[in-house]
């Protein structure tokens, strides 16, 4: 007689271990026979009773989006799902903030997973067109190969309704604003369009169009196998599940970490090996993030509803350590000068204010400040935000503001007496060696 049971792949029970399953065991990527092995097919709706579910389950679950705005996954899958008309579904892999690493790494070791969310997100929204975006960038080229290969092989063997195109974008840190997408995808630059209408609205040939993180898709695969209750089985009520975080600076094991939402800053920098020096401060969220004291921060749960008491966010998930000695004000003039020089352009902050803004920042550094610093650097801070066509002068206004007031001991000394010993350190944040915008080009 035939043996017609069949084996159901083993529900994942580590808290931190479930993107990244199988890799703290095995240290190798998952290609598509180890994937199937391990999470089974990914359950694909077949009608709209079962897309409607899985929106269901995805709201339920209180998955919030792991790009940055963290946005509700499940009320922009609803959004574009009772839009009319075919709708398109864009995975953006850009990754276009320095500080993190964590969509690199889960696109190494778990690219199945999040071609699985992808289907997923595609059918639940009427999907008819895929798109996988990724930076230009000759230090991911072997990756997007490689991503080019496991989506062929997933289309020989039946798994993806859908073929899902992939395509290189110029790597400009607006680049991955979900607007920069739609239009380069139109046919135009990658720089962030001026909204309404939103994608979800007029997207990709002006069709509803989802765009999500290839960490939000990836965390959507699972609910679809295992449940909203299973994953608030970890994080907090107010923040459910987990995240993948980069952790850098002045810590013994830098790198990507899956955590439970909500562990506080000091536990999670423990799981790194803790701290090689006495910190001075924490720079939470990445180049558009926020700088926090060391002693206020550490016990700081890593949750946006816990990091917003302070003004600050999770961001991209990423977490710098910066020492005691370093020059928290040369570290973040170094960050500003970057962001002005990868501004679209196409505003007055980013044309004008940003830079002003990243020279005052330089002066107050290295430079010998005039009178007038004091009071005209807070001032044009001031006028950055909620002015632009996206949200980088936001983002840049967001760090200088809370660079002044978390070092304000440091901007004293540096108005009175000049730069302070620590900034002739080594730099702290790595800080891309990138081509102005006007030097690469947008196409």
């Not at 924490?282 to 949750?303: D, H, I, N, T, Y």
Request: glycine residues 10%.
């Amino acid at each position: 007689m035939t043996d017609t049971t069949l084996t159901v792949p083993a529900v994942p029970t580590t808290p931190d271990h479930r993107l990244f399953r199988g890799w703290f065991e095995t240290g190798a990527p998952a290609g598509l026979a180890e994937h199937l092995d391990r999470y089974g097919p990914a359950p694909l709706p077949t009608d709209r009773r079962d897309r409607q579910a899985l929106i269901e389950a995805v709201e339920q679950a209180g998955l919030t989006g792991r790009g940055g705005a963290a946005f509700p996954t499940g009320v922009k899958l609803r959004s574009v799902a009772e839009r009319r008309g075919p709708a398109v579904l864009v995975v953006n892999g850009m990754e276009s903030e320095p500080a993190s690493r964590k969509d690199e790494a889960l696109l190494d070791l778990a690219p199945h997973l999040v071609l699985d969310g992808a289907a997923l997100a595609a059918a639940a929204v009427g999907a008819t067109a895929v798109h996988l975006c990724l930076p230009r960038d000759e230090a991911r080229a072997a990756q997007a190969a490689w991503l080019a290969e496991a989506v062929a092989e997933r289309r020989r063997a039946g798994l993806d309704p859908l073929p899902v195109e992939l395509h290189l974008l110029p790597h400009h840190y607006v680049s991955s604003e979900e607007s920069s997408l739609v239009q380069w995808l139109n046919g135009g630059p990658a720089r962030p369009l001026a909204t309404p209408p939103r994608p979800f609205e007029k997207g990709v040939a002006r069709r509803p169009t989802l765009v999500d993180n290839v960490e939000t898709l990836a965390h959507l695969a699972l609910i679809a196998r295992y449940g909203p209750a299973w994953f608030r089985t970890a994080g907090r009520p107010d923040a459910p599940g987990t995240a993948l975080v980069t952790v850098s600076g002045a810590v013994r094991e830098p790198g990507v970490r899956e955590v439970p939402l909500g562990m506080p800053l000091g536990t999670l920098l423990a799981g790194v090996g803790g701290t090689t020096r006495p910190l001075g401060a924490l720079l939470v969220g990445g180049f558009f993030g926020s700088w926090l004291p060391a002693e206020q921060a550490l016990r700081v749960p890593f949750a946006k509803p816990a990091l917003a008491e302070l003004g600050a966010g999770p961001g991209a998930g990423v977490l710098v350590a910066l020492p005691a000695q370093a020059c928290g004000l040369a570290e973040t003039a170094r960050v500003l000068r970057f962001l002005a020089a990868q501004s679209a352009q196409q505003c007055g902050p980013c044309r004008f204010g940003l830079p002003a803004v990243a020279a005052d920042f330089e002066l107050l550094a290295w430079g010998t400040p005039d009178g007038e610093l004091a009071r005209r650097l807070p001032h044009r801070v001031g006028l950055l935000a909620g002015r632009g066509a996206c949200r980088h002068p936001d983002g840049a206004s967001r760090l200088a503001a809370t660079a002044l007031s978390t070092f304000a001991a440091d901007v004293e000394h540096h108005l009175l007496a000049g730069p302070c010993p620590g900034t002739a350190l080594p730099p702290v944040l790595v800080v891309p060696d990138r081509p102005a915008a006007d030097q690469e080009g947008w196409r």
